[in-house]
């Protein structure tokens, strides 16, 4: 079990961010909590990451020196270990066999458990998909653009992927309700 250097909630440790420091003394975020040596894990929360940062929770944890970040700095760290984990669950799933992506392969959605769907699919094709989804009561969300997208895929431009596999489909649920705890405005800094 672990600790949240904040609200002090314990939890396992995949259940928080898991943030190391090098010899310098900045902050990290061990994306794959593999990183050598001590971690401070902290909530992925808006509040307590801001928070952390403000009650100098790292110098207590690490007892010593932390360079200064700004609290911007490690919600923006904190998503790109987020989409950085959620591109290799894509990759992943990918090699799998449990990826159908582009319109031809999602005439239908039988057998997807989640629907990813770009920001930049143009509103005729999103609005098809997305109803789809809904009527199929499949969960589905918008998330980076189509080159990003194919790119991840190892294929060209996609405006969509369904993930066939449940547990992928799980976890990508969780990957983007903890995006969206991190990102959502907390008095200030909202974006
Ligand atoms: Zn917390």
């Given amino acids: 079990m672990r600790t949240c250097v904040v609200c002090r909630t ?3 440790r ?6 190391v420091r090098d010899p310098e003394g900045r902050l990290f975020v061990d994306r794959l909590l593999k990183a050598p040596g001590r971690g401070a894990h902290v909530c992925y929360d ?5 928070q952390s940062l403000r009650r100098k929770a790292y110098n207590r944890a690490f007892e010593g020196p932390v360079a200064p970040m700004e ?3 490690l919600v923006a760290a904190v998503v790109a270990a987020i989409d950085a984990r959620i591109d290799d669950r894509l ?4 090699r799998a066999g449990q990826v159908r992506s582009g319109g031809q392969a999602l005439s239908s959605l039988e057998g997807v458990a989640f629907l990813l769907l770009a920001e930049d699919a143009a509103d ?5 998909l997305i109803g789809r989804a809904r009527t199929a009561e499949i969960p589905w969300i918008r998330h ?11 294929k060209g431009r996609r405006i969509a992927a369904g993930l066939t596999d449940a547990a992928v489909a ?9 995006r969206n705890r991190v990102l959502v405005a907390a008095g200030t800094g909202s974006r």
Avoid at 14 to 19: A, E, H, K, L, P
Avoid at 91 to 94: G, N, P, Y
């Fill in 10 to 12: 314990a939890a396992p």
């Fill in 14 to 19: 995949g259940t928080f961010v898991r943030i």
């Fill in 46 to 50: 808006r509040s307590c990451l801001e």
């Fill in 71 to 73: 609290a911007e700095a």
């Fill in 91 to 94: 990759a992943l799933a990918r």
């Fill in 124 to 128: 005729d094709s999103a609005e098809r």
């Fill in 144 to 154: 980076g653009t189509a080159a990003r997208l194919g790119e991840v895929l190892g």
């Fill in 170 to 178: 799980a976890a990508l649920d969780l990957d983007f309700e903890r």
